[in-house]
């Protein structure tokens, strides 16, 4: 998502298909779903299948499923990959 997105929202779940993005405010929220596609095809391309289905994106930290984790690995590769 590189340093601007990066910034503002972080991957905090991935539970069957779907990858939850949590957003700092309503607008970048807005501004993310342009990439919507894009950041689900990159994620899929660097891991070499499709992994992630749908993504949901969310201002509420709480309302992900509790089963739903992401590593720091993969939390990593979206900071240091470049913008949609």
Same mark, same amino acid.
């Given at each position: 998502?590189? +340093?601007? =997105?990066?910034?503002?929202?972080? &991957?905090?779940?991935?539970? #069957?298909?779907?990858?939850?993005?949590?957003?700092?405010?309503?607008? @970048? =929220?807005?501004?993310? #779903?342009?990439?919507?596609?894009? =950041? @689900?095809? +990159?994620?899929?391309?660097?891991?070499? #299948?499709?992994?992630?289905? %749908?993504? #949901?994106?969310?201002?509420? @930290?709480?309302?992900? &499923?509790? %089963?739903?984790?992401? %590593? /720091?690995?993969?939390? @990593?590769?979206? /900071?240091?990959?470049?913008?949609?």
């Amino acid at each position: 998502m590189g +340093k601007t =997105l990066g910034a503002v929202c972080e &991957p905090v779940g991935f539970e #069957r298909g779907r990858l939850y993005i949590w957003v700092k405010s309503s607008a @970048r =929220l807005q501004e993310i #779903r342009f990439f919507e596609e894009t =950041l @689900r095809e +990159k994620v899929n391309e660097h891991v070499g #299948r499709t992994w992630v289905k %749908s993504l #949901r994106f969310t201002m509420d @930290r709480h309302g992900i &499923p509790a %089963s739903a984790d992401v %590593s /720091e690995e993969f939390k @990593r590769y979206l /900071e240091e990959s470049g913008e949609p």
